[in-house]
């Protein structure tokens, strides 16, 4: 009797497996940088229980005992970079985000589990993801060719230079001038200064002094060059006769790296100890051979980057192809159950990219104006074009998830990263895509609460760097000494905030899980629209 009931059972577990199994698997594509390979914790997860309304939202993610679900019929390959250099695969858990440093997640958790609830049908996620990688060039599609910008875009207008600032000969600051606090703190374990293209030589812009906007050096270079023309405490005044401008760094880099196409040679206006002067700076000192060195390495920065368009321009986007083309052909090798009468059915692909893109100020030179990323958005509708291409899938459903850092944007005049959402947004509204499709806004995921807490966090842990710093206080008289101070500005709810939320920078969206969770959500149910 027992057994026959155990036989009974186990048709009847056989019966409800190939039942299920007996639909077409459901294959979904993944794909971007450094916020797509995941950099949130795993552990971030616990974030969302201490909300009551959050936890009620996303209680699909948890087990009644509270561990994070990993449903049976969902499984990812990871094509993306992993410690083994080859792509990975197994069951959907908290785990696919970047691999190798503890278990992180992306978007793709909360993706395939709200995928999963809705069809209770058999998943597959394929996930193509690298860090550090812009569409314009190596995610570029094939069809791409150069961009040629319409009639009247901002890339055709030629900017009027601004007037050059007139160089002062004198300035109203002592001789042992250091900036103040709030440019340059004294007691601060952080490195300062932005770089000044001499090795490690960096400085800080102090605002305007007599007309001009100098750059303090916080630090000299590295190369002893004749007559030290740069030392730390030096003033930057000018360059090529000109004053330097608001934009004082941005200025001494133009004209430092533009000079490398003429002579090699700047004029530069320093201000040291109380005193101005003016000299002729040769870059080719930094050449092994100098001045007699110029021709060749001109010759091998060329050769260098022909090589290297040849082999990575574009590269990223040829890879993710093959390892999207490589599952698709064996996809009992990463999904177990997979029985290929059944078949697969490629439903949707999900974009989540933008961050190299949105700062590249070459490619895209005039990111604060309304069309400054004009190109980014021919090239993504070239992006979907393509993939449709080479996967077979005219309509295949597309959602672009639009970069949020920072949350949403409440002053967007002149505010690059607004108009960068725009133009990442505006395949959506193509009428070529018509219900094919979709973007979504990941900045209505943004934590505030918890940007908020890391902000002032960051400025209280400036006093720890002067405890450091100033007073020389170490180990456990340190730590009690900042407890102390820490204490002041932080109840213990908002220190556990702090403590279980956050992860990681600001630009990986706080290695937020929360963030992840609703992000991966929001493509989900954007995904299941664009297939109704």
């Known amino acids: 009797m027992a057994r026959g009931l155990l036989f009974i059972a186990a048709a009847t577990t056989l019966l409800l497996v190939d039942t299920i199994m007996a639909k077409p698997l459901k294959v979904y594509i993944l794909a971007g940088q450094s916020n797509m390979v995941g950099m949130a914790s795993a552990s971030t997860l616990d974030h969302i229980k201490l909300d009551p309304e959050s936890f009620g939202y996303f209680k699909d993610i948890f087990n009644a005992d509270g561990s994070p679900v990993v449903p049976d019929e969902v499984y990812i390959s990871y094509g993306g970079t992993t410690p083994s250099g080859e ?187 109380g005193r101005i002067e003016s000299f002729d700076f040769d870059i080719s000192q930094t050449l092994p051979d100098g001045r007699a060195g110029i021709e060749k390495y001109r010759v091998e920065e060329e050769q260098r980057r022909v090589e290297n368009e040849k082999q990575w321009k574009g590269y990223y986007y040829r890879a993710m192809i093959d390892h999207i083309k490589s599952v698709l052909g064996n996809i009992q090798s990463v999904y177990p159950d997979y029985d290929s009468k059944q078949g697969y059915e490629l439903k949707g692909f999900v974009w989540f990219q933008g961050w190299n893109d949105m700062v590249d100020g070459y490619t895209y030179p005039n990111r604060n104006k309304p069309g400054g990323y004009d190109q980014y958005s021919w090239l993504l509708t070239h992006f979907i074009d393509d993939v449709r291409k080479d996967l077979g899938m005219p309509e295949l459903p597309f959602v672009i998830g639009v970069m949020g850092v920072g949350g949403v944007i409440a002053d967007p005049v002149g505010n690059g990263q607004y108009y960068f959402r725009r133009a990442m947004a505006a395949p959506a509204d193509d009428p070529r895509y018509k219900g094919t499709v979709a973007a979504v806004y990941t900045e209505d995921y943004w934590d505030a609460q918890l940007s908020a807490l890391d902000t002032r966090s960051s400025k209280v842990q400036e006093y720890r760097d002067m405890l450091q710093v100033r007073d020389g206080l170490k180990g456990e008289a340190l730590d009690k000494a900042y407890a102390e101070y820490r204490a002041l500005y932080f109840t213990p709810e908002e220190e556990r905030i702090l403590r279980v939320g956050r992860s990681n920078q600001e630009f990986h969206y706080l290695g937020s899980g929360k963030f992840m969770v609703g992000a991966g959500r929001g493509f989900a149910e954007a995904m299941l629209r664009l297939q109704q």
């Not at 589990?113 to 060039?137: C, Q, R």
Request: aromatic share 10%; charged share 25%.
């Open 87 to 273: 792509p990975e695969h197994g069951k959907l858990g908290p785990e696919w985000g970047a691999r190798g440093k503890g278990a992180r997640i992306g978007p793709e958790y909360a993706f395939g589990i709200y995928m999963h609830k809705a069809l209770d049908e058999p998943i597959l996620v394929i996930k193509t993801a690298w860090g550090g990688k812009s569409l314009n060039f190596d995610f570029r599609p094939p069809s791409a060719g150069e961009w040629t910008p319409p009639p009247g875009h901002p890339d055709l207008v030629k900017e009027v230079p601004a007037p050059p600032l007139p160089l002062p000969t004198a300035l109203d600051i002592p001789e042992d001038y250091v900036p103040p606090d709030d440019i340059l703190p004294r007691y601060t374990t952080k490195r300062l200064g932005k770089f000044m293209g001499l090795p490690p030589m960096r400085g800080v812009e102090v605002g305007k002094i007599n007309g001009v906007y100098p750059i303090y050096l916080v630090k000299g270079p590295a190369q002893q060059f004749p007559g030290d023309p740069f030392m730390e405490g030096d003033l930057i005044l000018g360059v090529n006769g000109q004053g330097l401008r608001e934009d004082a760094v941005g200025q001494w880099r133009s004209a430092f790296y533009g000079a490398r196409e003429g002579n090699w040679i700047i004029r530069v206006t320093r201000w040291r100890k």
